[in-house]
């Protein structure tokens, strides 16, 4: 009879895996299982030489590198609909941070309502840290019809959403920079605010700025340095710099970790060069925008195709070093 019992109520309720993991949030803190979870991550969207498609064809060398260098979260900018790669990243022992766009076609976008049925599908999964809405839209009102305030209201749905149907993860948004009292008082379904920060190489502001406005808690979605100089600038050398990466990076992480008593963590920009983004998707160019980057170290010019801490051979460049040794002390 209680077996009966049991069957039922887990049929009533939608639960799939009794042993799955529970993400919360208490004061600051993340929770994994009741267990303070710090985010020493890394913004993962691999596309191999030549393409400009997602491509997980060396995951498994990508999921070892990563785990050498003490990462335990990967932020991807589109959700992986390919259960083994979930799969493989839970065997490695991460966890993704999984963000939906607005308007993606129809596909697990928050326009349609699609995104609810991704969710539907992997909210069991041990791989999921949490579900992020959007990413620097904030930048965009032009694809709100000029207002802002159809963002933060459709931001907040869809966290509503995501939290009816899925009670057992928390709900994120990456926003461009400190959200200002707009965002926050029209989006209090949004658990953690995560902020794609560009403060030359120190964000130590933003975590007292934060303090001030809100309680919640709070990650970088995105923080770091690409390794060219557009410019000789700061002591570093024009084109290909991988110390001047390496020493931004270094003071970026420091920064981060000094202040856990605000901040969950960060997920650094990125863990792989991204050819696709300027010129000729075949060789690595200078150039690319950004919004709001003037802020990027040491020249204030993005140079879209050259963040990876390692480069499309799966090379380690500079930064790596400082990014292993400072994650694997936290």
């Not at 083994?84 to 999984?98: F, N, S």
């Not at 008082?185 to 934060?210: A, H, K, L, Q, T």
């Given at each position: 009879m209680r077996k009966l019992i049991l069957i039922t109520v887990i049929l009533l309720l939608g639960i799939n895996n009794l042993d799955a993991d529970v993400v919360s949030y208490?004061?600051?803190?993340?929770?994994?299982?009741?267990?303070?979870?710090?985010i020493k991550g890394?913004?993962?969207?691999?596309?191999?030489?030549?393409?400009?498609?997602?491509?997980?064809?060396?995951?498994?060398?990508d999921l070892y590198l990563m785990k050498e260098a003490g990462i335990n979260t990967i932020r991807v900018y589109m959700p992986i609909t390919e259960k083994h790669v979930l799969d493989e990243i839970h065997k490695a022992?991460?966890?993704?941070?999984?963000?939906?766009?607005?308007?993606?076609?129809?596909?697990?976008?928050?326009?349609?309502?699609?995104?609810?049925?991704?969710?539907?599908?992997y909210k069991d999964h041990d791989a999921i840290l949490f579900w992020?809405?959007?990413?620097?839209?904030?930048?965009?009102?032009?694809?709100?019809?000029?207002?802002?305030k159809n963002w933060y209201t459709a931001l907040n749905n869809a966290a509503n959403l995501a939290h009816k149907n899925d009670p057992n993860h928390i709900v994120a948004t990456a926003h461009g920079e400190l959200p200002d009292q707009l965002a926050l008082s029209m989006c209090p379904n949004i658990d953690i605010w995560g902020m794609n920060v560009y403060r030359w190489d120190n964000p130590g502001e933003i975590f007292g700025e934060w303090k001030n406005?809100?309680?919640?808690?709070?990650?970088?979605?995105?923080?770091?340095?690409?390794?060219?100089?557009?410019?000789?600038?700061?002591?570093?050398?024009?084109?290909?710099?991988?110390?001047?990466?390496?020493?931004?990076?270094?003071?970026?992480?420091?920064?981060?970790f000094e202040n856990q008593e605000v901040c969950s963590g960060v997920a650094l920009f990125a863990?792989?060069?991204?050819?696709?983004?300027?010129?000729?998707?075949?060789?690595?160019?200078?150039?690319?925008?950004?919004?709001?980057?003037?802020?990027?170290?040491?020249?204030?010019?993005?140079?879209?195709?050259?963040w990876g801490i390692i480069d499309l051979d799966r090379e380690k460049k500079m930064t790596y070093y400082v990014v292993k040794e400072i994650y694997n002390s936290q």
């Amino acid at each position: 009879m209680r077996k009966l019992i049991l069957i039922t109520v887990i049929l009533l309720l939608g639960i799939n895996n009794l042993d799955a993991d529970v993400v919360s949030y208490s004061g600051r803190q993340i929770l994994v299982n009741g267990v303070p979870y710090l985010i020493k991550g890394v913004c993962y969207h691999p596309v191999p030489k030549g393409s400009d498609k997602r491509n997980f064809e060396n995951l498994t060398e990508d999921l070892y590198l990563m785990k050498e260098a003490g990462i335990n979260t990967i932020r991807v900018y589109m959700p992986i609909t390919e259960k083994h790669v979930l799969d493989e990243i839970h065997k490695a022992g991460l966890k993704v941070i999984v963000s939906f766009g607005y308007n993606q076609g129809g596909q697990n976008d928050i326009l349609s309502g699609s995104f609810i049925n991704y969710i539907n599908t992997y909210k069991d999964h041990d791989a999921i840290l949490f579900w992020e809405l959007g990413n620097e839209y904030n930048y965009h009102p032009e694809w709100f019809d000029g207002d802002l305030k159809n963002w933060y209201t459709a931001l907040n749905n869809a966290a509503n959403l995501a939290h009816k149907n899925d009670p057992n993860h928390i709900v994120a948004t990456a926003h461009g920079e400190l959200p200002d009292q707009l965002a926050l008082s029209m989006c209090p379904n949004i658990d953690i605010w995560g902020m794609n920060v560009y403060r030359w190489d120190n964000p130590g502001e933003i975590f007292g700025e934060w303090k001030n406005i809100s309680k919640k808690p709070m990650y970088l979605s995105e923080a770091g340095a690409d390794s060219y100089m557009s410019a000789e600038l700061a002591g570093y050398k024009k084109g290909s710099n991988q110390r001047a990466q390496a020493d931004a990076n270094r003071s970026i992480l420091v920064s981060v970790f000094e202040n856990q008593e605000v901040c969950s963590g960060v997920a650094l920009f990125a863990f792989i060069d991204e050819w696709w983004k300027a010129g000729s998707n075949n060789t690595q160019d200078p150039g690319g925008w950004a919004p709001k980057s003037s802020g990027v170290p040491y020249d204030g010019a993005p140079n879209e195709e050259h963040w990876g801490i390692i480069d499309l051979d799966r090379e380690k460049k500079m930064t790596y070093y400082v990014v292993k040794e400072i994650y694997n002390s936290q």
